[in-house]
């Protein structure tokens, strides 16, 4: 989902600081629900800025605090699947992860392992 434009947040503004207008009524009358309205004029009165606030966000990923002990593991037993790596993660006194986790985490360090079969 985009942001407003400015041009309608600046709309919002005026009907509802300048005219004295509701933001339940402004809603109605831009066809915007009435809580994006009230978000919108609240932002403006709080920091004087219009422009749109940053959309999602990177989440911290949950193991980079155990990078060292990630890679301690791989270096000492580099033929573990991912599920054996992430039991010795929890073993080690890190955080419970799953499988895809601990994938993300090798590629994020550039750890490649293979199986040996």
Do not use: W
């Amino acid at each position: 989902m985009k942001p407003l434009s400015n041009d309608l947040r600046e709309r919002f503004v005026d009907a509802v600081l300048v005219e004295g207008m509701t933001c339940r009524a402004a809603g109605e009358r831009f066809a915007v629900s009435h809580s994006a309205v009230i978000k919108i004029v609240r932002q403006f009165i709080e920091t004087g800025f219009l422009d749109p606030q940053k959309v999602g966000g990177s989440r911290k990923p949950i193991l980079s605090q155990c990078y060292d002990m990630v890679r301690a593991i791989v270096d000492e037993t580099p033929d573990l699947t991912l599920a054996q790596i992430a039991d010795a993660i929890v073993a080690r006194g890190g955080p419970k992860v799953g499988k895809s986790s601990v994938d993300r985490t090798l590629t994020r360090l550039d750890l490649r392992f293979k199986k040996k079969v």
